[in-house]
């Protein structure tokens, strides 16, 4: 059983940055593959980004490339989500995610997640 606890949510002024953290405990970290989604109110929850195990490059959603960058530290059992030049579009609930066996773009493929960090970027 996995845990996952994200951190580094808040405010920010849209063309900011945040970096958000995601500390795994309970599991063996490295062999899990992570991903980022996020929740805007009154919208479904939609992939952001994802890396695996293996932790080579991430994959993200269309239009996040070039503005959020994901890495993992498996030292340290923790995913990150480097936020850059952040749009109001970009507010939401963000959430962590991992599974020990499948990865990709849908929610349905993780198995464990976090409660979520709330970004906000005021116009």
């Known amino acids: 059983q996995v845990q996952l606890v994200e951190s580094g949510g808040g405010l920010v002024q849209a063309g900011g940055s945040l970096r958000l953290s995601c500390a795994a405990s309970?599991?063996?970290?490295?062999?899990?593959?992570m991903a980022w989604f996020r929740q805007a109110p009154g919208k479904e929850r939609e992939f952001v980004g994802g890396?695996?195990?293996?932790?080579?490059?991430?994959y993200y959603k269309d239009g996040i490339l070039g503005r959020f960058t994901i890495s993992r530290d498996n030292a340290k059992n923790t995913v990150y989500l480097q936020m850059n030049s952040l749009k109001p579009e970009d507010t939401a609930l963000y959430y962590c995610a991992a599974d020990l066996v499948r990865y990709g773009v849908l929610g349905t493929s993780y198995e464990y997640w976090g409660q979520g960090s709330q970004i906000t970027v005021s116009s």
């Open positions: 309970g599991g063996t970290f490295n062999l899990y593959n």
């Open positions: 890396i695996r195990s293996n932790g080579h490059s991430g």
